[in-house]
């Protein structure tokens, strides 16, 4: 008696086949969308927390997630490094940043502009690999200062070929190279220019690729002191809810603590979150109906043998918890299968994104596991008092 669910299910081979692939398909796409938008969201948490600054200072109204055109002069950075409390600097550091995007790797890449100065303490404690930091002798950078007005503007098509191929230097991350196949000295096309990679640094700092913040000025604004933004380290980290609030109202900036950047991050895509839900239980929804039907149908198709069954004493818990085991078989080997299926999604998205992140842990696979031991119970309830309510006499005489 205690085989007959598994028997039942080899009875009906591609039945029970197709049931747990089901299953399979949506517990794996469960898996999948989660572990894609928490590691994806993850790791730009991680590297922008991987700065030595306690605040980001941002143009008012851009967001902390999507960058639109806002940029500030020189001015705002010389307000902010003003900034005092109690009479006292309050700043102790800052680093400029200005970013432009194109495409390395076949995917579109953040470019961050950062000075030669500015660069070692932008890594944190993540050291370079191989090779060095871009313009070492400050060449480009004296370059640009010497031909520069006030505003930092100069004729950038007067610039000497000689000069600027010392500009034209990128430090990209570990992973980066890795993906793309990059060596030191490669060269390679961006923004309409032709870049040598002279670095190579750890994997884990803010961006992937960074170049010196006067080339980027060179290409864009020719020359003029523009920044996307500012990374803001204090003089007294306790003191950040003060500075923030002297820099917004002295400026007029948007200003985020870094420590705060993380729940900032996954507000901003709770919407993306949503939908992830919504669609995966849909996904769910439908794979356990089909449960349902499979298990209905199969009551209608054994209804002699329940008949039998209750004759020979079976109680109508005893037909509920047959219903219930063969349920579980079926949704227990096709969550199995989805949480095989969701790590073999994950290899596959590693080698055609692998630059996106798919952090498959053990919470997810709880969750999977969770969700198909419900499901099952929850498929056959109805069949199996369906089942219980048979009456014996009937069900022997049915043809």
């Known amino acids: 008696m205690s085989y007959l669910p598994l028997a039942n299910i080899f009875h009906r081979k591609l039945r029970s086949v197709l049931c747990m692939l ?3 398909i949506g517990i794996a796409m469960l898996v999948v969308m989660l572990g894609l938008s928490h590691g994806t969201l993850n790791e730009v948490a991680q590297r922008m927390e991987s700065v030595p600054a306690e605040l980001l200072v ?10 639109g055109g806002g940029t500030f002069g020189q001015g705002h950075e010389e307000l902010i490094r003003e900034t005092a409390i109690n009479g006292q600097p309050a700043v102790k550091r800052i680093i400029p940043v200005f970013w432009l995007t194109d495409n390395l790797a076949g995917q579109k890449q953040r470019i961050y502009g950062v000075d030669h100065a500015d660069a070692a303490t932008l890594f ?7 090779g060095r930091l871009f313009d070492p002798e400050h060449t480009f950078a004296n370059a640009v200062q010497e031909r520069a007005a006030a505003n930092g503007a100069y004729d950038t098509d007067a610039m000497p070929a ?14 980066l190279q ?17 870049f ?6 750890e994997t884990g700092v803010v961006g992937r690729v960074f170049a010196p913040i006067q080339t980027l000025r060179h290409i864009a604004t020719t020359g003029i002191h523009r920044s996307t933004m500012f990374f803001v380290q204090l003089t007294d980290p306790d003191s950040a809810t003060a500075v923030t609030a002297a820099i917004e109202d002295g400026i007029g900036a948007q200003v985020v603590r870094k420590d705060s950047y993380r729940q900032i991050l996954y507000e901003s895509f709770s919407q993306v979150y949503t939908y992830i839900n919504i669609a995966s239980g849909l996904a769910l929804v439908v794979c356990f109906l089909f449960i349902l039907l499979t298990m209905y149908t199969l009551v209608l198709e054994r209804t002699r043998e329940i008949g039998i069954l209750r004759s020979l004493g079976a109680t109508r818990r005893y037909i509920v918890r047959l219903a219930v085991e063969e349920s579980l078989l079926l949704c227990t080997g096709g969550t199995l299968g989805g949480i095989g299926l969701a790590f073999l999604t994950k290899r596959i998205l590693e080698h055609t994104l692998p630059l996106q992140t798919v952090d498959l842990n053990w919470r997810w ?12 119970v929850g498929s056959a309830l109805y069949p199996g008092y369906r089942a219980a309510r048979l009456d014996p006499a009937t069900a022997l005489a049915y043809e």
């Open 365 to 376: 696979v709880v969750v999977a596991l969770f969700v198909g031991i419900v499901g099952g």
């Open 162 to 175: 000689e000069l600027l191929e010392a500009g034209l230097e990128i430090v990209i991350d570990r992973r």
């Open 58 to 67: 941002l143009p008012r109204g851009e967001s902390a997630i999507y960058m």
């Open 196 to 201: 040598t990679i002279v670095g190579i640094v």
């Open 22 to 24: 089901a299953v399979s």
């Open 178 to 194: 890795e993906v793309g196949g990059y060596a030191l000295n490669d060269r390679v096309p961006m923004l309409g220019r032709t």
């Open 124 to 130: 944190g404690n993540r050291p370079l690999l191989e």
